[in-house]
């Protein structure tokens, strides 16, 4: 059981470049979300779903895209990368997706620079 | 507008002794509150949550106090070791679905 992963563990990109990191977990969780941690910030909220087919905005999701074409995979769109999205990016899930409260586990994160 | 706060970026304390951490938050609809340690190049771990109709949860060496008038919480580690040296994050739930987090403390346990 791996839990919650994520690839790459570090990116440097260029300003304007594109790519997805990925997420994945093998729990069978429904709810699945990606907050990125800024100094100084916690985690802020960017993107998350509720079950396959369903996403919805965070507090931060400017500059991101996601789908959820499956129950495992939940990967998060840069179309063109800013300097300001230099972070680090935490993909969680949890069990239940509505209605209750769940601890959510998170994967070990991407460190992301964008120059 | 930071909705939870964690006012401490960092806390020292003799191994041994009690560690308290605390949190203030700002929107009383916040109804679930979860706190989370961290380790360097690790996410997130959770350690502990507390519902808004309860005032204390204790989980072994660990307790989480809500008082819902001063809209503050607080974890209490007793005693502490030096594994608990960590960063540690204040979370409440908006909804069932929306996680909120404060900025995060960073404790250090001293021999």
């Known amino acids: 059981n791996a839990g919650v992963t994520q690839t790459p563990k570090f990116q440097v990109l260029k300003t304007g470049q594109s790519m997805t990191l990925q997420c994945a977990q093998d729990?069978?969780?429904?709810?699945m979300s990606w907050y990125r941690q800024d100094p100084g910030m916690g985690l802020r909220l960017i993107h998350y779903?509720?079950?396959?087919?369903?996403?919805d905005q965070g507090e931060v999701p400017n500059g991101y895209n996601v789908s959820r074409s499956t129950t495992e995979d939940f990967p998060l769109r840069l179309l063109s990368a800013a300097p300001s999205q230099t972070s680090v990016y935490f993909c969680?899930?949890?069990?239940?997706?509505?209605?209750?409260?769940?601890?959510?586990?998170f994967g070990p994160g991407t460190r992301l620079t964008v120059l | 507008d930071q909705q939870v706060k964690q006012n401490s970026p960092s806390l020292s304390v003799q191994e041994g002794r009690i560690s308290i951490l605390n949190c203030d938050y700002t929107?009383?609809?916040?109804?679930?509150f979860l706190w989370y340690k961290k380790y360097p190049a690790e996410g997130p771990t959770f350690l502990i949550s507390?519902?808004?109709?309860?005032d204390k949860n204790e989980d072994g060496r660990f307790t989480v106090f809500l008082n819902k008038s001063a809209k503050h919480l607080s974890l209490h580690i007793v005693p502490s070791q030096p594994g608990d040296s960590a960063v540690y994050f204040c979370?409440?739930?908006?909804?069932?679905?929306?996680?909120?987090f404060g900025q995060g403390t960073r404790l250090t346990i001293n021999p």
């Open positions: 507390i519902s808004s109709i309860k």
């Open positions: 969680a899930s949890s069990y239940a997706a509505a209605g209750a409260y769940n601890e959510q586990f």
């Open positions: 729990m069978n969780h429904e709810y």
């Open positions: 979370a409440a739930y908006k909804g069932a679905q929306k996680l909120v």
């Open positions: 929107n009383s609809m916040f109804d679930y």
């Open positions: 779903s509720v079950g396959a087919g369903i996403t």
